[in-house]
């Protein structure tokens, strides 16, 4: 099925899209001022040089995308249709964030006076989701929803509200948060297991352990599996290295070690690409008694790939079906995904069909693997042609299937092609672009020099109310700082910090050279204030 009977598919109604006029170059005539751009924008972020504005490890992304969610979605009312409460549910949350992120100097109450809006438990846990990214207004809401009829405090709203905070680094806010939870009986490890992921997302190691500690101190008991989590957490956030000696410090000490003990940092050093470590502790746990199951193969399935050992993956896959241990959906997208970006389609076929073959029908994220398979070849067609099937078979696709797309036409040139298909997402049930996708496409406008369409795709997605991430908000402030256009991208960092999002050091230092670059030496000076501020004032509450 060609790119154009897909697009018609997407909508009940085709209809052309509003498609701006984009400058599509061809490699050999890529201005120079263009190259200059791509790397004074992804320059700003660590591991971003590329060519086109998307990095070299463009398989990891799309292997996140395929992986992060292998659970299918079981849809209530048939293969289309949402639950009509749930429904309402995201709009009026889409509809709250949306005014809350718009108005973010007016005083919430004002704000949300006239909104009409039943507060109840899930709304308040759906609208903290959605402010995930936006910390300060996340606590200004449930500081507002608290003294609403029908809020109820629970755990969920509560972890929801602790995720934001953690984002924008207000820990001591959190454990004030942590002592009314207990006081109101509503703590569980759960928590605690997301405090530690947050400081050790945010490189505080040493804190993210202290975390793991102080679960004893209100009043629950250390298990086996809450050791495994601490150690998953710091593995997860790039610190296997720690992870593993906290491991050798506290294990048959502390803990006894299980299977998945060794399994998590089995994937720890697979996803640092570290084998001569992986082998080790593959060894240890052998030798400990523990034979490897299907989720200790998929691992190791995983870290051969990821190095591009893709003839050693398919030994282990041999292997464990010679041990009698079924492989599961995930093997067989660990293997569809990693032979396919290698371009070795054929074999990535073969494992398709061999899934089928094993009795699995195929879910949305196989399908997804097989898709990027088509498309690391430029096999379009075909990739259109799985998404039709998948449809056919109610199993998708889904907004990731689309970020797969979109990526592979970026990378291939056909930014056209790609705003045709983001234009039709909407159209499609369960395919409603999320933050990633607009990410996506905000980059790809910031690389084609067309800032003032990143602005729209912006504007278009705060409608939505999808709020960005640090990330995005660089991309567009470093691009719009490039294009000299420094009152709008004054405008997007005032947003960023109204957020309590802390600007990293290298896109301020665009800025603030620009800023003084054209004599603007009292506005540089103004926002280095905020950032001081927002770095040093915690939030209300946030005294301890």
């Known amino acids: 099925m060609g790119l154009v009977r897909f697009l018609n598919l997407l909508s009940k109604n085709p209809r052309k899209p509003n498609l701006p006029a984009l400058c599509i170059r061809s490699l050999p005539t890529h201005s120079q001022k263009s190259i200059k751009n791509q790397n004074f924008i992804f320059n700003s972020l660590p591991g971003h040089k590329t060519s086109f504005g998307y990095p070299p490890t463009l398989h990891r992304i799309i292997y996140r995308l395929i992986h992060d969610d292998l659970t299918p979605k079981k849809l209530s009312f048939g293969p289309y249709e949402k639950n009509p409460a749930e429904a309402k549910l995201e709009q009026d949350a889409a509809k709250i964030c949306t005014l809350l992120s718009s108005r973010s100097d007016s005083h919430i109450d004002e704000l949300l006076e006239y909104a009409s809006i039943e507060v109840t438990p899930s709304f308040v846990v759906e609208v903290l989701k959605r402010l995930s990214n936006a910390g300060v207004i996340a606590m200004s809401f449930f500081t507002w929803a608290e003294k609403q009829k029908g809020f109820k405090y629970n755990t969920e709203s509560y972890n929801a509200l602790i995720e934001a905070l953690g984002k924008i680094k207000q820990f001591k806010l959190i454990w004030n948060l942590l002592n009314d939870m207990k006081s109101r009986k509503l703590l569980n490890k759960d928590t605690f297991a997301l405090i530690s992921r947050r400081y050790a997302r945010a490189r505080k190691v040493e804190e993210a352990i202290e975390a793991f500690e102080r679960i004893e101190e209100f009043g629950f008991k250390l298990e086996t599996s809450d050791f495994n989590r601490l150690i998953d957490t710091l593995s997860k956030s790039r610190h296997v290295e720690k992870a593993n000696k906290v491991f050798d410090k506290m294990k048959k000490r502390r803990f006894v070690p299980d299977i998945k003990s060794y399994t998590i940092l089995l994937e720890g050093w697979g996803k640092e ?62 293997l569809i995904n990693g032979l396919g970006s290698e371009k070795r389609l054929s074999e990535a076929l073969q494992f398709f069909e061999r899934s089928k073959s094993c009795g699995f029908a195929p879910e949305a994220p196989t399908y997804n693997s097989l898709v ?5 070849s430029m096999q379009m067609d075909d990739a259109f042609r799985v998404i039709d099937e998948m449809r056919k078979n109610s199993v998708g696709p889904n907004s990731r299937t689309y970020d797969i797309i979109l990526l592979h036409l970026i990378k291939a040139r056909r930014t056209k092609d790609a705003y045709l298909v983001f234009q039709k997402m909407s159209s499609e049930p369960h395919c409603e672009p999320t933050v990633s996708t607009y990410e996506i496409i905000v980059r790809m406008f910031c690389n084609e020099e067309r800032v003032d369409m990143a602005m729209q795709v912006w504007a278009q997605m ?11 908000f660089s991309d567009l402030i470093n691009s ?10 004054c405008k997007y960092f005032q947003e960023m910090l109204d957020a309590g999002i802390r600007p990293p050091a290298k896109m301020f230092s665009n800025l603030k050279q620009a800023l003084l670059d054209e004599g603007k030496k009292d506005t540089a000076l103004n926002l280095a204030r905020k950032i001081d501020k927002l770095r040093k004032i915690p939030l209300v509450g946030g005294g301890q």
């Open 273 to 334: 690409h570290n084998l001569l470590r992986l082998d080790e502790v593959y060894r240890e746990m052998k030798d400990e008694g523990f034979e490897p199951d299907v989720v200790t193969y998929g691992i190791l399935i995983s870290a051969y790939c990821k190095a591009k050992k893709y003839d050693r993956a398919i030994e282990l896959f041999h292997e464990m079906e010679a041990k009698n241990c079924k492989p599961s959906p995930h093997v067989f997208c660990t």
């Open 372 to 376: 990027g398979a088509y498309c690391w």
């Open 462 to 472: 705060k409608a939505k109310g999808v709020l960005p991430g640090m990330h995005m």
């Open 480 to 489: 719009l700082c490039f294009e000299n256009k420094l009152d709008d991208a």
